[in-house]
Structures are given as structure tokens and as C-alpha cells.
């Protein structure tokens, strides 16, 4: 199989209107990928490039999903929890290459993934988007990440996506353990959830002394805390021990997004999901309690977007998918773009990102950056359809284009 990480490719795409990531306006110009990197335009080009013909078209940067699950085979949480990792593995081979031929040229996993699972993919031995991850997420006794019913008898510690860890020095461990094993970033539950059997859905979960102790270590390794988190209470004492990615947050309220802005934090909401377990959770075997947290935060996750965007808040991009529901990942684009436009949309989904990531090679397109690039049949300012279309793009990635096979899971 040929690698995407090791060997980068050439190529130069023609006669497209470039998207860099951020700028409102289309620029007409030929792109030229070196050895898996936007080349500079007074870069010497080899006379032997390949090329691709985008007459018509519109070149963006890959998206960008950061809030995705590889290993999320369920919307069952302990049945994630108590699978074979090896079956888990093999089942994100599948996740993620399907994230990829829609699009999805990188990916934050936010509740799984290790060292293990990268190296695979940047050996080339599973075809996948740019893989960032945080471990397994971190949950208090009896909070988001406890997957076991209050009549249950079952001693759950922890498996590949969630592990429960009490007191300041316990996750001080948890935290460095994560790093020593190349997380790029620390999630922690800080509220209730929808697929958690025991928890209220708006209460903080952690302490701030044991908030602020996970973010202290994630700094001083350069890195920084995703918190989960719904309600203003959980969001605001997020806040006070130094969360910088506020995940979810649909109950948000104007003093919290204002704190938001004042802090740096940004938002990753997740519309996608909510949407499509409304739909499909009763069918899929979700609880009534369950169900009825997901309707709780159904429709407030718009409110929440134009509440973020007017104080400030940088908002990116998740799709939270777990299960089948994964083959609604397109749906996100649709549902964001309802409520932002188009342009923000892709903004969320490109630049915005990539910066949450604290990556300048990804998500624009700039000299410099990897070659990961999407090419449209038309013009998705003109035709949003297009962001989420069965059709897909032709979908480059670090300078190869990306073989248009079928892959499982690709409705929209």
C-alpha cells in the first residue's frame, strides 16, 4: 500500500479558484505540491510533475474533524470500553479510511487512539487521514466516562477510549502517561453526557484543583485540555482550570461564551450527532434516558454556535459519531452551514481547526503546508450541496491523490 507519511508526491493541479482557509475571496492560480508540500510560486517545478486538471473547480484545504472516534464501534459505551483493542484497530482502519474518501484529511480523536494506531498510519500500513489523538478521556468516578449503571457490579477502570481517574496526583500520572505515549492533546470530561447511563447531564464534573493540575502538566508540555462539557456552570469552571477547547457546549449561555473569548477557548460543536441519534438512537438501541438527555441538547447546539461566534469565540469543526452513526459525518457540514454560511463553514473546518490544533500545516493552503487539498466540481459558495454531497471531491493527500474506491460508510 502505498504511504502518504513517507513518501510525498508531486503535483500540480491547474485552472482552479483556491480556498486557502481563510480568505473570503477565490484566488485563479495554479497549485503546485512538491514532495508532499505546497510549494512556494518561485519554487523550481519538475518538468516531469503530474498534473490535474480543476477547470471549473474549487480547491480547498482537507477538512478537518476534530472531535472524531475511531474507536467508537457502539453507541454502547461499555461495549466500546470491553472490546478487544485488536478488533477496535481494525474497525478504526475502516472508520477512518471512510473519513478520508469523504473528505476529512485530518482528524482529532478525542477519547482514544494511541502510538500504536499513528505509527501505523504514518508507516502507510492503513490509508487515513493526518491522526491526532488524545488517549483514552479522562471521567471522575460515576461522570462521562463511566460507562457502568448505578445497578451495576461491574469494576470499571478503564479501556481504549475512557479511564476513570479520581485526585489531583492520580491524574497528574494519567496526564504525563498520556504524553510519554504521544497523545497530542488531554480530554477530560468536565459535565454530564448523553450515552453516560449515571450522570445529570448540566453538572460539573471534576474539581477545579484537579482541572487545573491536568492543564498545568498539558502546558508545560506545550499541549492543552479538551473538556466535554454542556452546561454554562460546567463550562465557566472548564474555564477556571485552564480548559482551552470547550467540546459539545450546547447550553451556552452569553456569559460563558464571553469568558470563552477572554480565555482563548474555542468551541468544537457537534451538531451531526445529536441530529442523527434523534433519528436513528431508538432504532440503535440508545436508553430512554438516553434519548431524552439527546433532546435536551438537540436543537440549543445552533443557539450556542451564534451565541460563540457574537462574543468572539473561534468555532471549529466535530462530527462525535459513534457506531453507524458515523456515515453521517457529511451531515455536519449541512448543519453548521445552516447556521454560519458557507464561508465560515469552511473556515471552521479548515483554519480554525488547525489552529485549535496547533498545527500550521494543515488546513490552509500556503506554502509550506502538507499537500492536502480537496477538489470540487464546482463552486461550494455557489452550490453548498456540494460540502456534503455523495459526490465527493477528488481528495489529495500529501501531494497523492487519494484512489476514488468505494469505502463503507460513505452515505452522507
Known amino acids: 500500500m502505498t504511504s502518504y507519511r513517507t513518501r510525498g508526491g508531486s503535483l500540480r493541479i491547474r485552472n482552479g479558484l483556491l480556498f486557502d482557509g481563510s480568505s473570503e475571496s477565490l484566488v485563479a492560480r495554479d497549485l503546485v505540491i512538491i514532495d508532499g508540500a505546497i510549494a512556494a510560486s518561485d519554487e523550481r517545478v519538475p518538468a516531469d510533475i503530474a498534473e490535474l486538471d480543476a477547470r471549473g473547480g474549487v480547491v480547498t484545504p482537507g477538512f478537518i474533524d476534530a472531535h472524531l472516534h475511531a474507536y467508537a464501534v457502539s453507541l454502547d459505551l461499555l461495549s466500546n470500553e470491553t472490546r478487544l483493542l485488536s478488533y477496535l484497530a481494525l474497525s478504526a482502519r475502516k472508520r477512518l479510511g471512510a473519513a478520508l474518501h469523504r473528505g476529512f484529511t485530518s482528524v482529532r480523536d478525542v477519547a482514544g487512539g494511541d502510538a500504536g494506531l499513528h505509527t501505523a498510519i504514518e508507516e502507510g500500513l492503513l490509508t487515513a487521514p493526518r491522526y491526532f489523538y488524545t488517549g483514552a478521556a479522562l471521567s471522575q468516578t460515576g461522570g462521562h466516562g463511566d460507562p457502568t449503571a448505578p445497578d451495576d457490579t461491574l469494576c470499571f477502570h478503564g479501556g481504549p477510549g475512557l479511564e476513570i481517574v479520581d485526585g489531583p496526583e492520580a491524574l497528574r500520572t494519567a496526564v504525563r502517561t498520556r504524553f510519554h505515549g504521544g497523545a497530542h492533546a488531554i480530554k477530560i470530561m468536565a459535565s454530564g453526557g448523553v450515552t453516560s447511563p449515571s450522570d445529570p447531564l448540566t453538572i460539573a464534573?471534576?474539581?477545579?484543583?484537579?482541572?487545573?493540575?491536568?492543564?498545568?502538566?498539558?502546558?508545560?508540555?506545550?499541549?492543552?485540555?479538551?473538556?466535554?462539557?454542556?452546561?454554562?456552570?460546567?463550562?465557566?469552571?472548564?474555564?477556571?482550570?485552564?480548559?482551552?477547547?470547550?467540546?459539545?457546549?450546547?447550553?451556552?449561555?452569553?456569559?460563558?461564551?464571553?469568558?470563552?473569548?477572554?480565555?482563548?477557548?474555542?468551541?468544537?460543536?457537534?451538531?451531526?450527532?445529536?441530529?442523527?441519534?434523534?433519528?436513528?438512537?431508538?432504532?440503535?438501541?440508545?436508553?430512554?434516558?438516553?434519548?431524552?438527555?439527546?433532546?435536551?441538547?438537540?436543537?440549543?447546539?445552533?443557539?450556542?454556535?451564534?451565541?460563540?461566534?457574537?462574543?468572539?469565540?473561534?468555532?471549529?469543526?466535530?462530527?462525535?459519531?459513534?457506531?453507524?452513526?458515523?456515515?453521517?459525518?457529511?451531515?455536519?457540514?449541512?448543519?453548521?452551514?445552516?447556521?454560519?454560511?458557507?464561508?465560515?463553514?469552511?473556515?471552521?473546518?479548515?483554519?480554525?481547526?488547525a489552529a485549535l490544533l496547533q498545527n500550521d500545516r494543515i488546513g490552509r493552503i500556503a506554502p509550506g503546508a502538507f499537500g492536502d487539498v480537496l477538489i470540487f466540481d464546482g463552486d461550494p459558495f455557489e452550490t453548498p450541496s456540494l460540502l456534503w454531497s455523495e459526490r465527493r471531491p477528488r481528495i489529495v493527500l500529501d501531494g497523492v491523490l487519494v484512489p476514488a474506491v468505494p469505502a463503507p460508510g460513505m452515505r452522507g
Open 205 to 353: 464534573q471534576y474539581s477545579l484543583d484537579e482541572i487545573r493540575v491536568v492543564s498545568e502538566e498539558a502546558r508545560r508540555r506545550g499541549s492543552y485540555v479538551a473538556a466535554h462539557a454542556y452546561s454554562p456552570e460546567a463550562i465557566l469552571h472548564a474555564l477556571r482550570g485552564g480548559v482551552r477547547s470547550i467540546e459539545h457546549g450546547n447550553l451556552l449561555d452569553e456569559e460563558a461564551a464571553r469568558a470563552m473569548a477572554e480565555a482563548g477557548a474555542y468551541l468544537v460543536p457537534t451538531l451531526a450527532t445529536y441530529d442523527a441519534m434523534s433519528r436513528h438512537g431508538r432504532a440503535l438501541g440508545m436508553t430512554a434516558v438516553g434519548l431524552a438527555k439527546n433532546a435536551e441538547v438537540l436543537h440549543s447546539g445552533t443557539v450556542a454556535i451564534e451565541r460563540a461566534r457574537a462574543a468572539g469565540v473561534p468555532v471549529g469543526f466535530g462530527s462525535d459519531l459513534m457506531g453507524s452513526l458515523e456515515s453521517e459525518q457529511l451531515q455536519g457540514l449541512r448543519l453548521q452551514s445552516d447556521v454560519t454560511g458557507v464561508l465560515e463553514t469552511l473556515r471552521s473546518v479548515t483554519s480554525v481547526n
